[in-house]
């Protein structure tokens, strides 16, 4: 019998893309949940897809339903962008973490094989080169620096899963992304500042001939991966061949990628160039340097370095990233820009 995977949040940026895999490349069933569907126009209709629009805070029999049929529970619904973590604290913990402890506890209920996103967040200000899932510390500011709930709720959920997995013999995976990125992350097409991620966010700047704003002057570094890469990382992990998955945490990201800020909106602005339609947009693109304080806040608090090792990720799933940067900003920007016109003035 074929996989079943249940997909919480499968409009999101990975939930999408993972969806569009499997329907592509397995013969898996998948059930997905999410508020909306615009990401999934390419699955929607698919026959070993099925997909109903609902809140994971109120369709909670559906749910559990769900979480009794299928084979591998992965629960993506979250809030994932730095200015809402400073901007609605709150609202990022009820979603992030009480809502997905219901779905955490229900997959140890039923003995379902939960794979849960944490993050490279978990790592708080920890300056180990490489960010190890065993050795590395995770280090936060103090409480006035509200940005850092995100990681405290994603950190003490890997914490809770773990406990079952020992106590109640619960059979999980925690992956932590570095900087997905790639198309359908955020709206290129959403003008104000702060809607996005920064990847995003420098992409749209571009556009509309906005100046790209780098906190603190963007010397902070980041490990970018594109999402081909990490899809194919999580369809090793639910396939988890030989049991090597299991009860294992993993950094998915790409060492390789690791620029900074100021480097990134460089090569944004460079790859605009391969589209001679947006030549005055190339033009027009500058960066500015902004205090962190003024574009986010004061509870506002940064991570300089973000390396992954990535070495367990190699001995479990034979998985190692493919896609650098260049083709990366590349890639995105031919789904955002070759076949329509966003030539604005």
């Known amino acids: 019998?074929?996989?079943?995977?249940?997909?919480?949040?499968?409009?999101?940026?990975?939930?999408?893309?993972?969806?569009?895999?499997?329907?592509?490349?397995?013969?898996?069933?998948?059930?997905?949940?999410?508020?909306?569907?615009?990401?999934?126009?390419?699955?929607?209709?698919?026959?070993?897809?099925?997909?109903?629009?609902?809140?994971?805070?109120?369709?909670?029999?559906?749910?559990?339903?769900?979480?009794?049929?299928?084979?591998?529970?992965?629960?993506?619904?979250?809030?994932?962008?730095?200015?809402?973590?400073?901007?609605?604290?709150?609202?990022?913990?009820?979603?992030?973490?009480?809502?997905?402890?219901?779905?955490?506890?229900?997959?140890?209920?039923?003995?379902?094989?939960?794979i849960f996103p944490s993050t490279s967040e978990v790592y708080g200000m920890c300056q180990d080169p490489e960010l190890n899932e065993e050795t590395s510390s995770m280090v936060y500011g103090p409480i006035?620096?509200?940005?850092?709930?995100?990681?405290?709720?994603?950190?003490?959920?890997?914490?809770?899963?773990?406990?079952?997995?020992?106590?109640?013999?619960?059979?999980?995976?925690?992956?932590?992304?570095?900087?997905?990125?790639?198309?359908?992350?955020?709206?290129?097409?959403?003008?104000?500042?702060?809607?996005?991620?920064?990847?995003?966010?420098?992409i749209s700047n571009v556009i509309f001939k906005k100046p790209i704003q780098l906190v603190d002057g963007g010397k902070q570094s980041r490990s970018f991966t594109f999402i081909d890469d990490g899809v194919d990382a999580l369809l090793r992990i639910i396939e988890n061949k030989d049991g090597k998955a299991s009860r294992q945490i993993f950094n998915l990201g790409n060492p390789n990628n690791d620029v900074s800020v100021a480097e990134l909106a460089k090569l944004i602005i460079g790859a605009f160039k391969e589209f001679p339609e947006y030549a005055e947009h190339v033009k027009a693109a500058k960066t500015v340097k902004v205090p962190s304080g003024q574009y986010f806040g004061k509870y506002y608090q940064d991570i300089q370095k973000r390396v992954p090792s990535i070495a367990n990720a190699k001995k479990q799933l034979g998985w190692k990233p493919k896609v650098d940067l260049k083709t990366a900003i590349k890639r995105t920007l031919d789904y955002h820009l070759a076949h329509k016109d966003y030539r604005l003035e």
């Open 1 to 114: 019998m074929p996989l079943r995977v249940l997909i919480l949040g499968a409009n999101g940026f990975i939930g999408s893309s993972l969806t569009r895999a499997i329907l592509s490349q397995k013969n898996w069933e998948v059930y997905g949940m999410d508020v909306g569907s615009h990401k999934l126009e390419d699955s929607l209709g698919h026959e070993r897809f099925k997909f109903v629009e609902g809140d994971i805070t109120i369709n909670r029999e559906w749910i559990e339903y769900h979480v009794k049929k299928c084979d591998a529970v992965l629960p993506l619904v979250a809030i994932a962008n730095p200015a809402q973590y400073v901007k609605d604290p709150l609202r990022v913990f009820e979603l992030d973490f009480e809502a997905n402890l219901e779905i955490v506890r229900k997959c140890a209920k039923y003995k379902k094989r939960i």
């Open 144 to 202: 006035e620096k509200q940005r850092w709930i995100y990681a405290c709720s994603k950190q003490l959920l890997d914490r809770v899963i773990y406990a079952y997995g020992v106590r109640d013999n619960v059979d999980y995976t925690l992956f932590r992304p570095f900087n997905w990125i790639g198309p359908k992350l955020d709206d290129v097409l959403e003008p104000k500042e702060g809607s996005s991620r920064l990847f995003t966010q420098f």
